[in-house]
């Protein structure tokens, strides 16, 4: 099943969005009861291997959040295999310049954009040609479908940041607040005003370019004044921090 929900455009609705890292298809069960629109499956700090991507996808899927995939790897044959059995995101970490990220656009998008190899696939119902006749062309289809979102959380990728948004086939770009204020000299201060000026730059680079910006928040609040302040998309905590904390505010209560 290829679910439609997150076929809007971006300025009709804001993402909201989280880390996956519990390894658990059930937890991407109940995040499907939430509403929410996508789910990133961290294979960079998740601790699962690339085999068990493709059941949370399967569990994604079926209950209509759109699985995105943190990527742990950039060698070709793991960013096609996610783009084969079907990431529609890929989030891209701790790039520095702008001939990696292009390098990876080559192998996630099929030409003219980059070159990205063929073969009927899960992701095509194992047979390209009924796909494309449903979606007129399937290579362009795949091309808007799987999004590629190369993270900004190195003081390399800040300083490129211009070059890296204007990329064709980058569709948007992830803020890493943790590792940005790490690689700019402010480590996890959040308040740091030299972290939230390059916080609003890089939004605006988006804008300029026409990329959906996106950013990690680790709380609610948070999350509220970055959607205030202009962000597409915001990707909110992390499963497993979520469940610690609701069930600690729980324990806690009881004691
Ligand atoms: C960061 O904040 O550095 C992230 O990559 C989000 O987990």
Redesign the pocket.
Known sequence: IITERGEYKMADKKLIGT?FETASSAVIECLGRTGMDYVII?T??GYFTEDSVVDYIRSAENVGILPYV?IGDFRRPYVLRMADIGARGLII?NIKTPEQVKEIVSYAKFAPIGDRGFCPTRISGWGADQWAADNNNYMEECNRRLKVIP?C?TKEAFENIEEIASIEGVDGI?????????SLGVPLQFDSPVLLDAIEKILNTCKKYGKESYI?C?DRETAAVRLEQGFDAV?CG?DASVLTAAYKDIVESLR
Request: aromatic share 14%; proline share 10%; net charge negative.
């Open positions: 880390f961290d960079e700090h943190r970490p993270q959380e992830f803020i890493g607040p943790c590792d940005l204020s790490i990690f680790g990707a992390l």
